[in-house]
């Protein structure tokens, strides 16, 4: 349901389509994104290891669709937690900070 929420552009939730680093295959995930700038942030509530973020840091490039708009991404850089907090403002800052959340990722846009 997420996934289809995300792809019409519907709702808080962006879409990360990437390709898996071992099978090849295409995947969509749906995640939370915040705006920085003409940039986005994610916050990595399951850490580093999940399989988008091994998928998109393998391959140095993927592509998000947020409000049903697709942007190509090509670099994914370590945010640090104060500047993630701020791009997801509030309530959603407050909400990350009472859960410790501290892994946030720049998605850098192709330009």
């Not at 990437?18 to 994610?42: I, N, S």
């Not at 990595?44 to 991404?73: F, K």
Request: charged share 30%; proline share 5%.
């Amino acid at each position: 349901m997420t996934v289809r929420l995300a792809r019409a552009g519907v709702g808080p939730f962006a879409l990360v389509r990437h390709v898996g680093r071992k099978t090849g295959r295409a995947y969509e995930t749906p995640l939370l994104l915040a705006r920085l700038g003409d940039d986005f942030v994610a916050e990595l509530t399951y850490g580093p290891e999940v399989a988008w973020y091994r998928n998109v840091e393998a391959a140095g490039r993927c592509r998000v669709v947020v409000g049903g708009v697709e942007y190509e991404i090509d670099r994914i850089e370590v945010c640090p937690p104060e500047v993630g907090l701020r791009a997801f403002g509030y309530p959603a800052a407050w909400v990350l900070k009472a859960l410790r959340r501290r892994e946030f990722r720049v998605l850098r846009r192709r330009v």
